[in-house]
Each structure stands twice: as C-alpha cells, then as structure tokens.
C-alpha cells in the first residue's frame, strides 16, 4: 500500500510491502539492551497483553516474546504482515497479527495494558491516534514510543551510505540524524502523562551483507525506488563497502524511549 505525506520525502510516495523480505531479513538489527530497558520498567510481560502498532515484520514483539506478554502486532501492510507470520511460526512464537491501519484499529476499548510503537511513529496522523491509542488502553496503561538511528555525522560508514541513499533519492528526509529525545506530540499531553523517557548511545554490529540490506530496506531505497534504481544503488553500494577495513563492523547508533502512562 502506497504511503504519501506532504511532510515526508517531499511528498515521494513509498510502499513498506515492497521491501518486505529485505526488512525480515536485514531490519532485525536491535540489540538486547533496546528491549531489556522496556523490560527492566515492568512492560511487556507476562501477564499483560501488549499491542504493537506499526509492526512491520513484528520485530518488537518477537524480540520481547521471552518476557512472556500476550502479543498483537498491527501493520498498515499486507506484505509486513505476511512477513511477521512467517517469522513468528519459524520460531514457534503464538502472536497474532492484523492488517490495519493504526488510524483504523478496532479493538474494544480499554483492551491493553501496554501499547508499543517502534520506529513507526511519526507517519501517524496524531489528532485520531493520540485518543484511540488512549481508548484502546486500560485504566494505567502505558504507551511506550521506541526509536533507534545510526549517526551519520560522527560514524563514517553510515554518513556515506547516507550519502548514497540522498544521491538516488534526494527528497529523502530518512537521514541527516542527530541525537534527541523521542517526538511527543502535543495533543499527548491532553491523554497521557510523560512517565519516564531515555536516550543513549549504542553500537550495531553488521557484516558488509547485512548493512547493505540494511540500508537497501530503508524508506529511502527499497520502499520507494524503481527496480532499476535499487539495483544501481545495491552495485554502488556494495563496492563502497569492498573498501571497509574488514567484513564486519560496528555502526554507532542512538537509542530513545518514552513510556507514557494514561491519564
């Protein structure tokens, strides 16, 4: 499904369905730590049911499986969530999934006790989500805000593969990332109340394979170029990266989350 927001790629169409099968196989990149710290707060475990929103392939609620909550993953795309069933029954995980759009959930209110949102939020319209995220929570729930980008003015490799993706795609607003909190937007306040929120810094480790995939499936290539394009761009990429060092790599990324509790 086709994606276009005026205030993103200057309004460049994208499709996540495209990309799929790269997303399952290279996007599964977030350390331990990133979900331990969600974890460590008394969220997503056993005994409580959790809705990810704008899950992709579920990698939230397939990494975060082990803490025993009660999962659904939601996606805007059909292909994601073909994607996130297959992985989830590879490895014997009970997760159910829907296809929908987090404007367009319908669950009975006050379903969840935690409502998670990795690397997603920013494409949603705030004004209807912001209240059905709140109706969807029960008495106390949290939603909790996930996001984790490389650095490309202080790491080498991801400032030039940024660069490559801005020469095949230059309305690409993916990139360009500095460290800072977690967005929050305004109408937030009128439902929930900020309960805690973190940002660190951390590294990534990556053969010269799968930070290519990597970036292949990301917004500004793979979800959104031709089939030429993408292929010209994989080429240039892959002889950048002959250039590295070694085959491996560590990628210096930032981390953030903010946990908001319902009014």
Same mark, same amino acid.
């Given at each position: 499904m086709d994606i276009q927001k005026n205030d993103i790629d200057g309004g460049k169409s994208f499709d996540w369905g495209r990309t799929s099968s790269d997303y399952a196989k290279f996007r599964?990149?977030?350390?331990?730590?990133?979900?331990?710290k969600v974890a460590e707060?008394?969220?997503? &475990?056993?005994?409580?049911?959790?809705?990810?929103?704008?899950?992709g392939t579920g990698v939230v609620p397939r990494n975060m499986y082990k803490?025993?909550?009660?999962?659904?993953?939601?996606?805007?795309?059909?292909?994601?969530?073909?994607?996130?069933?297959?992985?989830?029954?590879?490895?014997?995980?009970?997760?159910?999934?829907?296809?929908?759009?987090?404007?367009?959930?319908?669950?009975?209110?006050?379903?969840f006790d935690?409502?998670?949102?990795?690397?997603?939020?920013?494409?949603?319209?705030?004004?209807?989500?912001?209240?059905?995220l709140a109706k969807l929570l029960k008495k106390g729930g949290r939603l &909790?805000?996930?996001?984790?980008?490389?650095?490309?003015?202080?790491?080498?490799?991801?400032?030039?593969?940024?660069s490559l993706v801005l020469k095949y795609n230059p309305k690409w607003t993916g990139g360009r990332y500095v460290r800072k909190p977690v967005f929050i937007p305004e109408n937030a306040n009128d439902f929930?109340?900020?309960?805690?929120?973190?940002?660190y810094d951390l590294m990534v480790h990556f053969t010269r394979e799968?930070?290519?995939?990597?970036?292949?499936?990301?917004?500004?290539?793979?979800?959104?170029?031709?089939?030429?394009?993408?292929?010209a761009w994989e080429r240039e990429h892959m002889e950048m990266l002959a250039k590295t060092p070694s085959?491996?790599?560590?990628i210096l990324h930032h981390a953030a989350m903010a946990i908001l509790k319902k009014k």
């Open positions: 599964d990149i977030y350390p331990p730590v990133f979900f331990g707060r008394g969220l997503c &475990v056993k005994g409580q049911r959790v809705l990810d929103i704008g899950t803490y025993g909550a009660s999962w659904t993953g939601a996606d805007i795309s059909e292909n994601q969530i073909e994607q996130a069933k297959i992985l989830a029954q590879n490895s014997g995980m009970n997760i159910d999934f829907v296809v929908s759009a987090t404007e367009e959930l319908d669950f009975p209110d006050e379903t935690v409502i998670t949102a990795c690397q997603c939020f920013f494409y949603f319209d705030y004004d209807t989500v912001i209240p059905k &909790v805000i996930l996001f984790m980008a490389w650095l490309p003015d202080e790491d080498k490799i991801a400032g030039d593969s940024e929930f109340t900020i309960e805690y929120a973190e940002d799968s930070w290519n995939g990597r970036m292949k499936a990301c917004r500004g290539i793979g979800a959104s170029l031709r089939a030429e394009e993408i292929s085959n491996e790599f560590d």
